[in-house]
């Protein structure tokens, strides 16, 4: 099931700090982190989406680097890792990859840090997964997390990462290692 599981780093539509629609800014430690964390789980990848030409040829000249170029050959475990990450313009286009590649359409899963009465456990989510075998998306805002539009297309939205002490502002890096591993990780 893991192979059909692929991670979403998505930049827009993102909310800021004010709640206002915005494309956040690619940050190259992202993709870095949460590429390698899809490899160490054996997910199928990465796909990061933003509608900003200057931010996709960012990503694209770090991918040619770390892929074809001398960090690939240097460093061949980041290689193996980048390899896996794909760019795309908006989440609808990162779904379609998804449903061209498997021939069905993903169940594509929201994170969030705010509660919501909507929310999926992580059990619940590791059950449906298992029962259904379709592919998935699973969807990482960067920002203040992800805008109405963006929450709109998934299918469900995973309960929060709680912490101690009611304190919630974990960098997407974090969150997401700790939600890859509440799903696919041994226990």
Known sequence: MRERVSLALVHHPTVDREGRVVASAVTPLDLHDLARL??????EG??????LEAQQGLIVRLLDHWVRGEGGRLNPWRREALERV????????????????WGSPPWV???????????????????????????????????????????????????????????????????????????????
């Open 46 to 51: 990465l796909v990061v989406t933003t509608p």
């Open 86 to 101: 794909r760019l795309c313009r908006d989440l609808e286009e990162a779904t379609g990859l998804l449903r061209e590649r």
């Open 109 to 187: 899963v929201a994170t969030s840090a705010r509660e919501g009465e909507d929310r999926v456990t992580f059990a619940r989510a590791r059950e449906e997964m298992a029962r259904t075998g379709r592919p998935v998306l699973l969807v990482f805002g960067t920002g203040w997390g992800l805008a109405p539009g963006a929450l709109a297309l998934c299918d469900a939205v995973l309960e929060p990462v709680r912490g101690a002490e009611g304190y919630n502002h974990l960098s997407v890096r974090s969150a997401a290692s700790i939600v890859v591993d509440r799903l696919f990780g041994p226990g």
């Open 38 to 43: 899809a490899r160490t789980y054996g997910l």
